[in-house]
């Protein structure tokens, strides 16, 4: 499961330098920090276990009324955006294969006052997005139990999310090992139920099973549809620098890294337009838009009846599992890292000598967490989260710019961007652009978190220095 060693892809030959970094746990002077047991296969499963959720299972509807079969195209745009910022982050993570990923790379490169505000921030959004997966894990849960002839209502929801995220919390508390292979064994029977469906529904609109559909229009509404959906969806793609977040407890960062960010891009954007293809054969996007948000389960009725709309519920529920654990694991290795640099208090980076997991970061993902699902609206929570992770994407972005301005002589990556420049300036001004598409409740929520993250780094930790400090 997480020990694997195999899956060698087409990146590797832009991978070379120095002997890998030892499997062993990763030691600073103040002793062992976190054991790496997570492989190619556990960090592929964190990247494409945060990603599918929204992209199927919520949006295909809504980016269909949209954009029509043009939102395949939305899905496809933001997959090369989401390209253009993994590759920077696949460079400077083999470079610094470090708990904390965008927080690291960025107070490294561009001080400690801007890592502060990132580090700081995508800890709290990791906590809106763990509310967000979390509560729909509470409505996946219950349409199953609908479908099944157990009609129980909203009632259930947050009850059922606030006992799973208890359980998740607890499962990273007892050792990274066993959170990486649940999120193994989750995301490969979520795949294996999506592979299926699309496969059933491409040879249904293909006319193997049926007659043809007739094809739409690719670009009903114009091509502009296309790209301001595009800034919609992008939300989809939020999962792979979750990855470079517990490069602390990756085997063979240098190779593994670069693999798994820009392959589980590659893999859920692949995911992510035949789903749509197969939706808009199906119905068409005016019947889509009119299922809004349920749109993937009408999808898998019609193929298949009840059987298939349970199916599609199951994957839907392993979605937010594979998405919540993933999140809990990222959120603790986030503030393990800003607690070990000083930013937060000392006892935010203790570790559990039993069990080798940060126990405190956990709590500290954990508990507000919780709040948040007992609050139970996160739906404006979870795009805040999108806000920050943009603003850390395409700081990211920003931060290897630097650090190739700079090269610093510890600077040694085991993978460069190929066309450099042609990536990262892109990347950043995508990233940066695609927040002007968010409500302004959201912009509002985001800015004043950050303003807030600021202020606590000029109160607490103003005579922290981190720029170019391994």
Same mark, same amino acid.
């Given at each position: 499961?997480?020990?694997?060693?195999? =899956?060698?892809?087409?990146? /590797?030959?832009?991978?070379?330098?120095?002997?890998?970094?030892?499997?062993? +746990?990763?030691?600073?002077?103040?002793?062992?920090?976190?054991?790496?047991?997570?492989?190619?296969?556990?960090?592929?499963?964190?990247?494409?276990?945060?990603? &599918?959720?929204?992209?199927?299972?919520?949006?295909?509807?809504?980016?269909?009324?949209?954009?029509?079969?043009?939102?395949?195209?939305?899905?496809?745009?933001?997959?090369?955006?989401? $390209?253009?910022?993994?590759?920077?982050?696949?460079?400077?993570?083999?470079?610094?294969?470090?708990? %904390?990923?965008?927080?690291?790379?960025?107070?490294?490169?561009?001080?400690?006052?801007?890592?502060?505000?990132?580090?700081?921030? &995508?800890?709290?959004?990791? @906590?809106?997005?763990? +509310?967000?997966?979390?509560? %729909?894990?509470?409505?996946?849960?219950?349409? &199953?139990?609908?479908?099944?002839?157990?009609?129980?209502?909203?009632?259930?929801?947050?009850?059922?999310?606030?006992?799973?995220?208890?359980?998740? /919390?607890?499962?990273?508390?007892?050792?990274?090992?066993?959170?990486?292979?649940?999120?193994?064994?989750?995301?490969?029977?979520?795949?294996?139920?999506?592979?299926?469906?699309?496969?059933?529904?491409?040879? *249904?609109?293909?006319?193997?099973?049926?007659?043809?559909?007739?094809?739409?229009?690719?670009?009903?509404?114009?091509?502009?549809?296309?790209? /301001?959906?595009?800034?919609?969806?992008?939300?989809?793609?939020?999962?792979?620098?979750?990855?470079?977040?517990?490069?602390? *407890? &990756?085997?063979?960062? =240098?190779?593994?890294?670069?693999?798994?960010?820009?392959?589980?891009?590659?893999?859920?954007?692949?995911?992510?337009?035949?789903?749509?293809? !197969?939706?808009?054969?199906?119905?068409?996007?005016? +019947?889509?838009?009119?299922? %809004?948000?349920?749109?993937?389960?009408?999808?898998?009725?019609?193929?298949?009846?009840?059987?298939?709309?349970?199916?599609?519920?199951?994957?839907?529920?392993?979605? /937010?599992?594979?998405?919540?654990?993933?999140?809990? $694991?990222?959120?603790?290795? +986030? @503030?393990?890292?800003?607690?070990?640099?000083?930013?937060?208090?000392?006892?935010?980076?203790?570790?559990?000598?039993?069990?080798?997991?940060?126990?405190?970061?956990?709590?500290?993902?954990? %508990?507000?967490?919780?709040? $948040?699902?007992?609050?139970?609206?996160?739906?404006?929570?979870?795009?805040?989260?999108?806000?920050?992770?943009?603003?850390?994407?395409?700081?990211?972005?920003?931060?290897?710019?630097?650090?190739?301005? *700079?090269?610093?002589?510890?600077?040694?990556?085991?993978?460069? @961007?190929?066309?450099?420049?042609?990536?990262?300036?892109?990347?950043?001004?995508?990233?940066?652009?695609?927040?002007?598409?968010?409500?302004?409740?959201?912009?509002?929520?985001?800015?004043?978190?950050?303003?807030?993250?600021?202020?606590?780094?000029?109160?607490?930790?103003? *005579? !922290?220095?981190?720029?170019?400090?391994?």
């Amino acid at each position: 499961m997480v020990s694997d060693e195999g =899956g060698e892809a087409g990146l /590797t030959g832009a991978i070379d330098g120095p002997a890998e970094l030892s499997d062993e +746990a990763s030691v600073t002077e103040e002793g062992t920090e976190l054991e790496r047991t997570i492989g190619l296969t556990g960090g592929l499963s964190i990247g494409v276990g945060t990603m &599918i959720g929204a992209g199927i299972f919520v949006f295909p509807g809504i980016a269909a009324g949209r954009a029509g079969p043009a939102a395949a195209g939305s899905f496809a745009i933001g997959a090369v955006v989401a $390209l253009l910022v993994a590759l920077p982050a696949s460079e400077l993570a083999t470079a610094m294969p470090k708990s %904390g990923g965008g927080y690291y790379f960025v107070s490294r490169a561009l001080g400690a006052l801007p890592g502060a505000v990132v580090g700081l921030s &995508i800890w709290l959004g990791l @906590v809106f997005a763990t +509310a967000f997966y979390l509560v %729909g894990f509470g409505n996946y849960a219950a349409g &199953i139990l609908a479908e099944a002839g157990m009609p129980v209502g909203g009632s259930v929801v947050v009850p059922l999310a606030l006992v799973f995220g208890a359980l998740l /919390t607890g499962l990273n508390l007892f050792g990274t090992e066993n959170a990486a292979t649940l999120q193994n064994y989750v995301v490969g029977l979520l795949l294996a139920i999506l592979v299926l469906f699309l496969g059933y529904g491409g040879l *249904d609109a293909l006319g193997v099973f049926g007659a043809p559909s007739a094809p739409e229009r690719f670009m009903p509404f114009g091509p502009l549809p296309m790209f /301001t959906t595009a800034a919609l969806v992008f939300t989809s793609y939020l999962g792979f620098a979750q990855v470079a977040t517990v490069a602390g *407890d &990756i085997k063979r960062p =240098g190779r593994n890294l670069p693999l798994a960010m820009v392959g589980s891009v590659l893999a859920v954007g692949a995911l992510y337009v035949a789903t749509i293809f !197969v939706a808009t054969s199906a119905f068409g996007s005016a +019947a889509l838009a009119g299922f %809004g948000e349920t749109a993937i389960v009408e999808v898998a009725r019609a193929f298949a009846g009840r059987v298939g709309a349970v199916a599609i519920l199951l994957a839907g529920l392993l979605a /937010t599992v594979s998405s919540a654990n993933a999140s809990i $694991l990222s959120t603790s290795r +986030a @503030v393990f890292a800003v607690g070990r640099d000083a930013i937060l208090p000392p006892a935010a980076s203790r570790m559990n000598l039993r069990y080798g997991t940060p126990h405190v970061a956990l709590a500290m993902g954990g %508990g507000p967490t919780l709040i $948040l699902v007992a609050i139970g609206e996160v739906e404006v929570l979870a795009e805040v989260a999108s806000f920050l992770h943009l603003v850390m994407y395409g700081l990211i972005c920003v931060a290897l710019v630097a650090m190739r301005r *700079d090269e610093p002589s510890w600077y040694d990556p085991d993978f460069r @961007v190929p066309l450099y420049p042609l990536v990262a300036v892109p990347g950043a001004v995508a990233s940066f652009g695609l927040i002007s598409f968010m409500q302004p409740l959201s912009q509002g929520v985001g800015v004043a978190i950050m303003a807030a993250t600021a202020g606590w780094y000029k109160y607490y930790a103003s *005579d !922290v220095s981190l720029r170019g400090v391994l």
